[in-house]
């Protein structure tokens, strides 16, 4: 690693090694505008932040739902529940949170004398201009004499709409819907527009597109082109949705490891008669992963464990909310500007303060980035060790970041932006070790080879010229049967 002894190296991590590895590198000022709708919205915006957990001192029986600015101070939606709770909904679709309000000060100090019940008792997002009573949430569902879920309904003025929402996806499932379900709301000239996740499955990629009193079809677009949807924001009274879209050209190769897929992200525009995803297009840089907001005069939205900002013409990322735990498969519920600079994220059940800052990286921590080239597998397991890593780690903190190719890789290796290499590719990674870039594990990382921890023959498998340069996300074993009536007794096999 760069930062250890030797400078120009770099460490093959793979999934079933990477928690001990990670372990073992351990050892070593304008004034806020108010909109006509009643929103505080932010005018002091910074290129760059750096996130902290902010200790609100919940329970495990509680979670953050919702955050916005009041009038005076920060109005937190948590969601808390009960062994009783449970044992009466149970948990088989979701743990059934029972939402309230808390309010706190700019400091984060609750004024416990203001706690109030939502008027879904199961509330999971509010429209982002605050001066209109409009709410998203659910209500326990009775089918047979038993709950099997929540019945979702948007909320006006405390009165439920008379059908449940249940996205068109999933028609065919239970009109009992998961509980915890996120969502972005917006009320734009009385028409209701709602990026709608996580009801019946929990995946960052099942969004749906609620528009006026319909949902919006993804699957129309262009011929031979997927289309998945991220979420929705606004900017500047502007509604969009966020999609990724992408195509993988075959060619002439057989296996889909050597396809070329190429993938491009667009804000589209809305109005109350859209019914499709085929209209304009502005494109945004990023890959999105997972979560789209915004109110006022930018949008937001999350690429892994990234926070990019966009305003519509251009974007960037502004905060690099790994460092706080934040991967791929991370819930973000809402994105909220203050109005003194600072930006709140509801994420994983708890708060994230990001303040102004030059850099997104924390100058007194030490960041080590891990490049992942030509890796056929599900990066997000890794992105996922990685947060959870950084989340009970304060000194060392990991990145992961994906190269499209070996040529990029290269460099990034060569200019010392990668400490670690994660890759599938044993000729890339020997290629690696022929011209000096790699270290040994057994140097970087010793107490992985202590006796007992890793599986010896496996170890041996992946020496080259005796030493241990990377290791294998897994491995299988394999044998062949024999009739034991064709050996002899005795005998040994």
């Known amino acids: 690693m760069k930062h250890f002894a030797k400078r120009n190296t770099a460490l093959a991590l793979v999934l079933l090694m990477i928690a001990s590895l990670l372990a073992s590198c351990r050892e070593q000022a304008e004034k806020p505008k108010e909109e006509s709708a009643g929103e505080i919205v932010s005018e002091i915006v910074h290129d760059s932040y750096l ?57 984060f100090t609750e004024d416990e004398t203001k706690r109030e019940s939502t008027n879904a008792y199961h509330e999971t997002a509010r429209v ?10 659910g209500e326990p569902y009775q089918d047979g004499g038993s709950y099997t879920g929540a019945q979702y309904h948007f909320y006006r003025d405390g009165t439920p709409t008379e059908h449940v929402i249940i996205p068109e996806d999933q028609k065919n499932d239970s009109p009992a819907a998961f509980y915890n379900a996120r969502a972005n709301l917006l009320l734009i000239e009385d028409t209701i527009y709602a990026g709608i996740c996580g ?19 993804k699957d ?26 992408y195509t993988i050209d075959m060619g002439d190769v057989i296996y889909n490891y050597f396809a070329e897929e190429t993938e491009a992200a667009y804000l589209v525009p809305l109005n109350p008669d859209t019914t499709d995803l085929s209209g304009g297009e502005i494109k945004v840089d990023g890959r999105p992963t ?10 937001y939205y999350m690429c892994t464990g990234e926070l990019w900002r966009t305003d519509g013409k251009g974007s960037k990322c502004i905060a690099d909310l790994i460092y706080c735990g934040v ?3 991370s819930v973000i519920r809402n994105i909220c500007p203050l109005s003194d600079g600072r930006i709140l994220v509801a994420a994983n059940g708890g708060l994230i303060e990001l303040t102004g800052s030059e850099s997104i990286v924390p100058a007194e921590r030490s960041i080590y980035t891990l490049g992942a080239v030509n890796y056929n597998g599900y990066i997000g397991l890794i992105s996922t060790t990685i947060a959870k890593f950084n989340s009970q780690s304060d000194n060392i903190k990991f990145v ?22 994660v890759s599938s590719d044993q000729f ?10 790699l270290v040994s594990l057994e140097e970087v990382a010793p107490a992985l080879f202590e006796e007992g921890i890793l599986i010896e023959n496996i170890v041996d498998a992946t020496r080259i010229d005796g030493s241990c340069y990377f290791l294998p996300r897994s491995f299988f074993i394999n044998g062949r049967s024999i009739n034991p009536e064709l050996l002899t007794e005795g005998q040994t096999f």
């Open 290 to 299: 997972g979560g789209a907001f915004g109110w006022g005069k930018y949008g």
């Open 220 to 245: 129309v677009r262009k011929p031979n082109v997927e289309v998945v949807l991220h979420g929705l924001m606004a900017i500047n009274g502007i509604p969009y949705a966020l999609i990724r879209e």
């Open 51 to 107: 996130p902290k957990v902010v200790d609100l001192g919940l329970s495990e029986k509680e979670t953050v739902m919702d955050v916005t600015q009041a009038e005076d101070g920060i109005r937190l939606t948590i969601g808390v529940t009960s062994d009783e709770v449970e044992d009466t909904y149970g948990t088989s679709r979701g743990i059934p949170y029972k939402t309230e309000y808390r309010y706190y000060d700019m400091a």
């Open 400 to 421: 992961l970041k994906e190269y499209p190719n070996v040529t990029k890789m290269n460099l990034a290796l060569l200019s010392g932006e990668v400490d670690m290499v």
């Open 199 to 217: 009801i019946n499955v929990f995946d960052n990629s099942m969004w749906s597109l609620y528009v006026k009193d319909h949902f919006v079809k």
């Open 327 to 329: 991967d791929e498969t």
């Open 428 to 437: 890339v990674l020997k290629n690696y070790v022929k011209q000096g870039l």
């Open 128 to 137: 982002s201009n605050s001066g209109v009573d409009m709410t998203f949430g």
